[in-house]
């Protein structure tokens, strides 16, 4: 167990250098190189989890949308806008995001597939707004897939924007702008009313979020403890 929670940290601590070398550099000038002197780890220990520079750009792509899980809300139009603010605001600071959104939309080498990173956050976003309007939350005349595809496209303009003027600084706050002024063609009006859009959400959320994780850890970790004393 001790082993495989060894490998497990190994991986993550390449895909976050690996993350931050593509964020500075994007994917055609990144090399492996950096990626293991940033790392800290040996190129033994790099290729038995990634065969190539190709395969740890399409896992940093990954983690884009499968690290983005919020609590559940009473109103599932909340955990979209929820969703959208907590990413936001990592790609100020987050290592993994910020190389994972570079990478999705920088224009570039054809060899790196960046669709599968917009479909995997479409088909969440889509979840998300279908389990809403299967709640009676968004109007009967809302094309969930369509939304679902305009919203992306817009996140992904939003922090293009953003990290040319401000380094992502804004980003919180243009989403907000973006919330206000669409979701009043997608939410019916009474859920409208009791969206909390306020872009100083996504913070405290990640706050949350980490400190939820931070605890599990914790609880794995004296587990991991318990057994090897037992054996």
């Known amino acids: ?33 950096e990626v293991l002197e940033r790392a800290g780890v040996t190129k033994g220990a790099l290729y038995f989890h990634f065969a ?17 899980a919020v609590a559940p809300q009473k109103i599932k139009l909340q955990e979209f806008v929820d969703s959208g603010q907590v990413l936001a605001y990592r790609l100020r600071r987050d290592p ?27 088909q969440f976003v889509e979840m998300l707004l279908n389990e809403a309007k299967g709640r009676g939350e968004v109007l009967d005349s809302v094309v969930v897939r ?4 305009m919203f992306v496209g817009a996140f992904a303009g939003l922090q293009t924007m953003s990290h040319a003027l401000t380094n992502q600084a804004d980003l919180c706050h243009r989403l907000a702008i973006f919330f206000e002024h669409t979701l009043p063609s ?12 306020d872009p100083e959400r996504g913070e405290k959320l990640d706050a949350e979020l980490l400190g939820g994780r931070a605890d599990g850890d914790a609880f794995l970790e004296a587990g991991n403890s318990l057994a090897d004393a037992a054996s």
Request: net charge neutral.
């Open 186 to 197: 997608i939410a019916v009006p009474a859920v409208l009313a009791r969206l909390k859009l």
């Open 146 to 149: 369509e939304t679902a595809e």
């Open 52 to 68: 190539s520079k190709e395969e740890l750009a399409l896992a940093v792509l990954e983690e884009h949308v499968v690290d983005i």
């Open 1 to 33: 167990m001790a082993q495989q929670d060894r490998a497990i940290r190994t991986r993550r601590t390449i895909l976050e250098a690996a993350a931050s070398v593509f964020d500075d550099h994007g994917y055609d000038r990144a090399t492996i190189a």
């Open 96 to 122: 993994m995001q910020r190389g994972a959104a570079r990478l999705a939309v920088e224009q570039g080498s054809n060899r790196l597939d960046r669709k599968r990173s917009m479909l995997a956050w479409t």
